[in-house]
């Protein structure tokens, strides 16, 4: 994240002391015009806003809080961001919804146009498990809630689910039924949930002493685009998985497109479990077997954790919230192999 323009860099630009640029702001009588518009210049060329617009507002709250999520169109983050208006709208705060696509590039245009706000606290999906930019929000002394994923070895407010646990019961779900050619369809290396939920595959794996090969495992995204070009790629050994295990809802979505395009059904020719649910409210018949992650009640904890610092009702060490997730067995994974 690009640092923020202070004061002394608008003074510095415009060629004059600090103080003229604060009498520029707050509209003095005492500024020549040309000096005016010269501050004025360097103010929106370095794209300058002025700390809650003066020092005698500085420590008044904006009664606003930032959501950053890294896929709104997911039903997941959805009822993620309900949960956390909820809590923010009970305490009378509003809520600024920033939806980075998982780019890095939004994560920082959106973190800067934030920062500049003064906004009064931020809850944060990162894009990668690393700390660059919980450090630039710590540093503007904002306080901030990481949110489902983990960074390792930061000093930061984290709220998120047992996805390592989550795909530890999804995979012994399926060897219990007698899978034992499975394929993992993973999300991105870079994000911790991912790994997480490898680990948790591989743990079940190891327990019921099966080997396990990178063969069995495809890196992408969680997208449905690459659910759907990592199912084709799977499908194309020579010898074909019993079952996919998809890294979240959106890759089940895709794998399915692929075994549809390939004529195979879900799950007479094939298995398949993900984490995360789908609302009943977008799936007539309710078919995914899920390691179900409690959305809500992440949205609801994170926002309290986060209004907790805000306020100052909270000024302990950092709080490390692991929630666990839900096994529901349904349609998609199918018996017995043996029936």
């Not at 930019?133 to 407010?157: E, F, Y």
Request: charged fraction near 20%.
């Amino acid at each position: 994240v690009v640092p923020l323009p202070t004061i002394r860099d608008v003074a510095s630009r415009a060629g004059v002391a600090p103080i003229t640029v604060s009498r520029v702001i707050n509209d003095s009588d005492y500024v020549s015009q040309a000096t005016r518009e010269r501050v004025e210049t360097a103010i929106e060329e370095l794209g300058y806003v002025p700390n809650m617009l003066g020092p005698s507002l500085r420590f008044k709250q904006t009664m606003t809080l930032a959501l950053v999520l890294t896929d709104i169109t997911n039903p997941f983050w959805t009822t993620v961001a309900r949960g956390v208006e909820d809590v923010a709208q009970a305490s009378g705060y509003s809520i600024i919804l920033c939806n980075t696509d998982e780019s890095e590039v939004k994560q920082e245009q959106y973190l800067n146009m934030l920062l500049r706000r003064r906004i009064d606290g931020i809850i944060l999906v990162p894009v990668r498990s690393v700390p660059e930019p919980v450090h630039t929000i710590q540093k503007q002394d904002i306080p901030v809630v990481v949110l489902d994923r983990q960074i390792p070895g930061l000093d930061v407010d984290i709220v998120r689910a047992d996805s390592e646990d989550g795909a530890y019961q999804l995979t012994e779900h399926l060897l219990s039924l007698g899978h034992r050619r499975i394929t993992m369809l993973a999300g991105p290396q870079t994000v911790s949930t991912a790994v997480d939920r490898v680990a948790g595959f591989r743990r079940a794996l190891a327990d019921a002493g099966l080997p396990e090969n990178e063969a069995e495992i495809y890196w992408g995204s969680f997208t449905i685009d690459s659910g759907r070009e990592m199912a084709k790629k799977a499908l194309t050994g020579t010898q074909k998985p019993t079952a996919f295990f998809a890294g979240n809802n959106f890759v089940a979505i895709g794998a399915i497109h692929a075994l549809r395009e390939e004529g195979l059904r879900v799950p007479n020719d094939i298995a398949l479990v993900t984490v995360d649910d789908i609302p009943p409210s977008l799936s007539i018949d309710p078919f995914l077997t899920v390691a179900a992650q409690p959305a809500l009640e992440m949205g609801h904890q994170a926002a309290q954790l986060l209004l907790d610092r805000v306020t100052g009702a909270l000024d302990s060490e950092r709080q490390h919230t692991i929630l666990p997730t839900q096994l529901i067995i349904r349609a998609s994974s199918g018996q017995c192999l043996a029936s």
